[in-house]
């Protein structure tokens, strides 16, 4: 089954999203999501200019060989660009293949390991109590586990709050519209004394058995996390993601020598060498590298493979600049896998939804991938020319002497 056309198609219904549609010779189609967030344009230009001239006339079925031949054929390995794109014929092309076989994806990559993905949504406000009542509207829809923040007295605006628009359920996008990023401010020492508090406060009112999660979003040094982990221990966190950046990935053997709560990192790692030490040494216990920047279903595969090796589970990226086509693959590997975790899922708008409508489901707290033939989501062209793209850009970091700081 021979390609014959690969199309990358750029639209923001709400904020921007890459799509690669492959097409075989005999009609049939498949989806890859490509979306770099602040980035678009250039995972774009990549996929059209570099690599869609390369797939016409190859066999759709050869996936594993696609996959190396775009990445060591490229002689410039890895980095998100050359990923995302690889990801988004990847997955185009595993959706092609379910849709041939009558099949959807998780059945091709050994049938379903469990019924349902455990999956969190994001709680988020200016106050410990906001956030509280944000949490509070998560367990009446029936999630078991929810991440928490809040912002930092102090400071105005912190990253995963809402700013300027409220804090509406499950509304926040980082990526703003405009010609140039917005500047936010950071201090380690209020932000570390307020998310203590915030964590008493949620297991005050939601006792025990609530699964709770942060995100520190590579703002701490080791001891900086440290320190955070083991304020937080007494109210045994579900993990904290990103405590620190993980390009020195020896900082997690620190981290992991100095606290025992649960360690989640990876959503900007691109590949299985990316965070082969993290996994192998054990440093971490939830690697949460995505579908649509690690190099696409069969590369996630290969990392969660080797996490399952060391007792390290998945907690895949499932953020709003993913779109529902990367969602859609990610539910399809979370439900084949034995080592799952939990999947994060913050809910797409309405414009989104209508761009890519799909047939896997949230229902109580879990998702369901889609049963029908590939990965059960599609593309409306027409919908996604109706919302062209904007520039947008994630905001950039200071810390209040004004040094640039990890955002």
Same mark, same amino acid.
């Given at each position: 089954?021979?390609?014959?056309?690969?199309?990358?198609?750029?639209?923001?219904?709400?904020?921007?999203?890459?799509?690669?549609?492959?097409?075989?010779?005999?009609?049939?189609?498949?989806?890859?999501?490509?979306?770099?967030?602040?980035r678009?344009?250039?995972?774009?230009?990549?996929?059209r200019?570099?690599v869609? +001239?390369?797939?016409?006339?190859?066999? !759709?079925?050869?996936? /594993?060989? *696609? @996959?190396?031949?775009?990445? #060591?054929g =490229?002689?410039?390995?890895?980095? +998100?660009?050359?990923?995302?794109?690889? !990801?988004?014929?990847? /997955?185009? *092309? @595993?959706?092609?293949?379910g #849709?041939? =076989?009558?099949?959807?994806?998780y059945?091709?990559?050994?049938?379903a390991?469990?019924?349902?993905?455990?999956?969190?949504?994001?709680?988020?406000?200016?106050?410990?109590?906001?956030?509280?009542?944000?949490?509070?509207?998560?367990?009446?829809?029936?999630?078991?586990?929810?991440?928490?923040?809040?912002?930092?007295?102090?400071?105005?605006?912190?990253?995963?709050?809402?700013?300027?628009e409220?804090?509406?359920?499950?509304?926040?996008?980082?990526?703003?519209?405009?010609?140039?990023?917005?500047?936010?401010?950071?201090?380690?020492?209020?932000y570390?004394?307020?998310v203590?508090?915030?964590?008493?406060?949620?297991?005050?009112?939601?006792?025990?058995?609530?699964?709770?999660?942060?995100?520190?979003h590579?703002?701490?040094?080791?001891?900086?996390?440290?320190?955070?982990g083991?304020?937080?221990?007494?109210?045994?966190?579900?993990?904290?993601?990103?405590?620190?950046?993980?390009?020195?990935?020896?900082?997690?053997?620190?981290?992991?020598?100095h606290?025992s709560?649960?360690?989640?990192?990876g959503?900007?790692?691109?590949?299985?060498?990316?965070?082969?030490?993290?996994?192998?040494?054990?440093?971490?216990?939830?690697?949460?590298?995505?579908?649509?920047?690690?190099?696409?279903?069969?590369?996630?595969?290969?990392?969660?493979?080797?996490?399952d090796?060391?007792?390290?589970?998945?907690?895949?990226?499932?953020?709003?600049?993913?779109s529902?086509?990367?969602?859609?693959?990610?539910?399809?590997?979370?439900?084949?896998?034995?080592?799952?975790?939990?999947?994060?899922?913050?809910?797409?708008?309405?414009?989104?939804?209508?761009?890519?409508?799909?047939?896997?489901?949230?229902?109580?707290?879990?998702?369901?991938?889609?049963?029908?033939?590939?990965?059960?989501?599609?593309?409306?062209?027409?919908?996604?020319?109706?919302?062209?793209?904007?520039?947008?850009?994630?905001?950039?970091?200071r810390?209040?002497?004004?040094?640039?700081?990890?955002?």
């Amino acid at each position: 089954m021979r390609i014959a056309a690969a199309d990358v198609v750029v639209t923001c219904p709400g904020r921007n999203f890459v799509t690669l549609k492959i097409t075989t010779e005999d009609g049939v189609t498949g989806l890859g999501d490509a979306t770099l967030n602040g980035r678009e344009l250039a995972v774009a230009s990549y996929l059209r200019d570099h690599v869609a +001239p390369l797939l016409v006339g190859r066999d !759709a079925h050869r996936i /594993t060989d *696609l @996959w190396h031949y775009l990445y #060591k054929g =490229a002689y410039w390995r890895r980095g +998100p660009v050359t990923m995302t794109a690889i !990801a988004a014929v990847d /997955t185009a *092309l @595993w959706d092609i293949k379910g #849709k041939v =076989a009558g099949l959807p994806v998780y059945e091709l990559l050994g049938g379903a390991a469990r019924d349902r993905v455990l999956c969190y949504g994001h709680a988020s406000g200016e106050t410990v109590e906001e956030t509280l009542e944000q949490v509070q509207a998560y367990v009446d829809e029936g999630y078991r586990a929810v991440r928490v923040q809040c912002g930092v007295p102090g400071l105005p605006a912190t990253y995963g709050v809402p700013h300027g628009e409220g804090s509406s359920f499950g509304a926040y996008e980082p990526a703003q519209v405009g010609a140039m990023p917005q500047e936010a401010t950071w201090s380690t020492t209020a932000y570390l004394d307020v998310v203590p508090r915030l964590f008493a406060a949620v297991r005050e009112r939601f006792g025990p058995h609530l699964e709770v999660l942060h995100d520190v979003h590579h703002r701490l040094t080791p001891m900086e996390a440290a320190r955070l982990g083991e304020s937080l221990r007494p109210y045994r966190p579900f993990w904290i993601e990103d405590p620190t950046p993980a390009e020195n990935q020896r900082a997690f053997e620190l981290l992991r020598a100095h606290t025992s709560v649960p360690i989640a990192v990876g959503e900007v790692l691109t590949s299985i060498w990316d965070c082969q030490d993290l996994i192998t040494n054990q440093w971490i216990d939830y690697i949460r590298t995505t579908v649509v920047h690690a190099g696409g279903i069969t590369h996630l595969k290969r990392i969660f493979d080797l996490a399952d090796l060391y007792q390290v589970r998945s907690g895949s990226h499932g953020a709003t600049d993913l779109s529902p086509v990367s969602m859609a693959a990610a539910l399809h590997v979370d439900v084949s896998i034995p080592n799952f975790g939990i999947q994060e899922y913050m809910r797409h708008t309405a414009e989104t939804d209508a761009v890519f409508p799909h047939t896997w489901r949230f229902e109580r707290g879990h998702l369901y991938p889609s049963t029908e033939p590939g990965l059960g989501v599609e593309l409306d062209e027409e919908e996604a020319a109706r919302h062209p793209y904007r520039q947008a850009y994630l905001p950039v970091n200071r810390l209040e002497d004004g040094t640039v700081h990890s955002w």
